[in-house]
């Protein structure tokens, strides 16, 4: 199996604070440790993720499952509570109810409300290896 495979990677806006939060918030939720961080636009973005597919995408969360797949807003968010221990995964269960249109709808709400311009970097601290460039 390759570096890369069975690996969930979480992608962020690296200079937003916010999104910077949420990512070290799902590293200290991941039990697991299977979840890889690295910034929209890094080097691991660009080695993973095909230039015709970045066209498009929001400058928030994107999570790359191990399948390949590439999880937008909600959907992200749904796949990452999966992978947070008991709590998360029931969080996850409970909002996969709720109809995508309105769980996306509530994702952009808070992106559009999230302070941007904010370099602040999500390994601060002690240095985290899952944390990628």
Known sequence: MGADQGLTRLFYDG????CNGAARFVARQDPSGEI???????VTFDRLIPLAKRSGLPDSLLVLTPEGELLLRS???????????????????????????LCDAAYDWVARLRPTGQTCTAASGPRD????S
């Open 15 to 18: 200079g937003c604070g916010f």
């Open 36 to 42: 890889r961080f690295a910034p929209l636009g890094g």
């Open 75 to 101: 959907r992200a968010v749904i796949h990452l509570l999966g992978r947070m221990g008991p709590w998360g995964r029931l969080a996850g269960a409970l909002l996969a109810w709720i109809p995508t249109r």
């Open 129 to 132: 290896e899952r944390f990628e």
